[in-house]
Structures are given as structure tokens and as C-alpha cells.
């Protein structure tokens, strides 16, 4: 993967802002992804597109992320959409989009959320459903709580309104 993955998403997303008559300069991050236990494939990079808020308004900022982040996830959405959109295996990458240190914080809040998931369902016994959260969000706890043996997760229900659910795991 190199550096032209970020470059195209930087150049789409300011391309995109422009056409809602936002101009903001986009920064990139690379953030590598650690290989998965089954494959020795690494995951594809993961770029984080940065939306430089230093020109933007209160109310710009505030219409971008959108309610509970839902247009930076629509946003986020169309760059992993749109930019992996012919582009072979190999070469496909995952965007996240961040503004004025949303994603940062909501990471935060989401990992808070599954280690009280986690402590509820060790102390008690029994599973614990998280509502209201993105299907990028319910990822993130998949992924964060697969480290630990001893529970499980899964998704229950249909948009939108499918919850997380972490229980204890099942012995085999």
C-alpha cells in the first residue's frame, strides 16, 4: 500500500467538502492494522482523513459530525465506498474521517462501553445488550472484546435497531 491510497483520499474528501461549499484542508495518518491470528495477511491500512476545522464555524462543525456523528459516519460511509470502488484486493484500504476530535473521543467512549459490558457480564453471569450504536461502532467492540476468551459477542435485531450483545462463552 503506499502513500497514494491517502493522497486519494485526501483529494476526494476536500473534493467532497467543496461541493457542499466547505473548504477545509484534509491531513492524513496512516495507522497499520496488526495481522489477524488466523491469516498472516495484515489488515489493509487504515487512513485516517483529518478534517482541519482551523477555518471552519461552530455551526460547519456541528452540521459535519451531525447527530450522534451520523453524517461523519455517512461520510466515512461513501470514502470507504467510493475510493475501494475498483481497486483490486490488495490495494483496497479503510478510511476513517475525523473532525475536531470526535472519532477520538467516541473511540474512547466506546471502549469504556464494552469494558462495563465486560465487567457486567463477569460479575453477573449473564449477557448485557449495548443499544444505539453504529454498525462501525458494534465492530469496534467485536474487535476489542475478542482478546478476552471468556466472553463472546454477537449482533442481534435489524437496523436500525441492532444492539450488540456480550455474554459469557459458550464452552464447547
Known amino acids: ?6 493522497q486519494r483520499g485526501q483529494q476526494w474528501l476536500k473534493s467532497l467538502l467543496e461541493l457542499t461549499g466547505v473548504s477545509a484542508e484534509i491531513r492524513g495518518n496512516i ?3 496488526p495481522p489477524h491470528d488466523d491469516d498472516d495477511a495484515p489488515e489493509p491500512d487504515n487512513y485516517w482523513l483529518t478534517i482541519d476545522e482551523t477555518n471552519l464555524n461552530p455551526t460547519q462543525i ?3 459530525i451531525g447527530a450522534d456523528g451520523s453524517v461523519l459516519d455517512a461520510i466515512q460511509y461513501l470514502a470507504n465506498s467510493v475510493l475501494n470502488l475498483n481497486q483490486a484486493q490488495a490495494e483496497q484500504a479503510s478510511y476513517t474521517i475525523e473532525l475536531n476530535g470526535y472519532r477520538v473521543k467516541r473511540q474512547a467512549e466506546i471502549r469504556a462501553l464494552a ?4 465487567d457486567e457480564v463477569r460479575s453477573f453471569g449473564r449477557e448485557v445488550e449495548i443499544k444505539s450504536l453504529s454498525s ?9 472484546l475478542k482478546e478476552f476468551a471468556d466472553l463472546e459477542t454477537f449482533s442481534r435485531g435489524k437496523e436500525p435497531h441492532r444492539n450488540l450483545v456480550v455474554r459469557p462463552a459458550m464452552e464447547l
Open 1 to 6: 500500500m503506499t502513500n497514494s491510497s491517502m
Open 31 to 33: 495507522e497499520l492494522a
Open 62 to 64: 456541528k452540521v459535519l
Open 115 to 118: 469494558e462495563a459490558a465486560a
Open 136 to 144: 462501525a461502532e458494534r465492530r469496534q467492540i467485536h474487535t476489542f
